[in-house]
C-alpha cells in the first residue's frame, strides 16, 4: 500500500461522509485496522478491497487511485499494402457499477457464516480437550474399589470399566440413539439383564438394536 492509495482511501471516505468508526463497523473491522490502511502501515486484504469498492461505488484501480499510463504514439512507417481496421477500444468498467449487485451484502453474510463455523468447530475442540483431560479411567477405577470394599459389588460392578470407551467417543456419537446403537453400550446393558434381574433370555435380543439404529442413520 503506498501512501498516495493510502491517501485516496482516506479521501474517499471522508467524501462519503464516514468516520473511522463507521468504516469499521460496516467491513466488520476494527477501527485500528482503518486506520493502519490510511496510514500505509497495512494493506486491506482482497475480500475487504472489493467490499471498500462495492461500498464507494468505484473500481478495484479507482479505489487505489491508479490511473493508467498515457498511450505511446506508434511510429511513424510506410504506408502498409492494406490498411488493418482499428481495434475497437475495450469498453470502461462502469463506476456506477463495478460489482454483482448484492455482492457486498452477500460477502458479509458468507464472511459471518465462515467465522460462526470456524468458532462451534473451535468450541468442539476445546470440549474435547477438557473431557480428554479428566482422568476417567482412574475415576473408574476408584469407583469400582468403593463399590467392592463398601458394598461387595465385586461383581457385577466390574461391568462400570466398559463405559471408559464410551467416555471418550466424539459429541456427535453420544446422542441417545446413537449410544443404543453402539456394541459397547447394548453390551452393558444386556449384562446388568442378566446380572441384576436374571434376563440373560430373552435379554440377548437387544443385540438386535446394533444394526437397526445403525441402518436408520
Known amino acids: 500500500m503506498t501512501i498516495e492509495s493510502a491517501n485516496h482511501l482516506a479521501e474517499l471516505r471522508r467524501a462519503h461522509g464516514l468516520s473511522q468508526e463507521d468504516l469499521a463497523e460496516q467491513l466488520g473491522v476494527s477501527r485500528q485496522a482503518v486506520s493502519k490502511w490510511e496510514r500505509a502501515e497495512s494493506s486491506p486484504d482482497t475480500d475487504n478491497l472489493i467490499a471498500l469498492a462495492q461500498l464507494y461505488g468505484v473500481t478495484l484501480d479507482e479505489l487505489l487511485g491508479l490511473r493508467l499510463p ?95 470407551p464410551l467416555y471418550y467417543l466424539p459429541e456427535s456419537e453420544r446422542a441417545p440413539l446413537r449410544l443404543l446403537g453402539n456394541p459397547v453400550m447394548v453390551t452393558i446393558i444386556y449384562l446388568l439383564l442378566g446380572t441384576m434381574c436374571n434376563l440373560w433370555h430373552p435379554g440377548w435380543l437387544i443385540f438386535l438394536l446394533i444394526p437397526l439404529l445403525n441402518a436408520s442413520r
Open 70 to 164: 498515457p498511450e505511446t504514439p506508434a511510429p511513424e512507417t510506410a504506408a502498409p499494402e492494406a490498411a488493418i481496421p482499428e481495434a475497437a477500444p475495450a469498453e470502461a468498467p462502469d463506476p456506477d457499477d463495478p460489482l454483482p449487485e448484492g455482492s457486498y451484502y452477500e460477502h458479509l453474510a458468507q464472511k459471518a457464516a465462515r467465522e460462526a463455523e470456524e468458532a462451534a468447530r473451535q468450541a468442539e475442540q476445546e470440549r474435547h480437550r477438557r473431557r480428554a483431560r479428566f482422568p476417567y479411567p482412574l475415576f473408574v477405577t476408584i469407583a469400582y474399589l468403593v463399590l467392592g470394599i463398601y458394598f461387595h459389588m465385586w461383581h457385577p460392578g466390574w461391568i462400570i470399566f466398559l463405559t471408559i
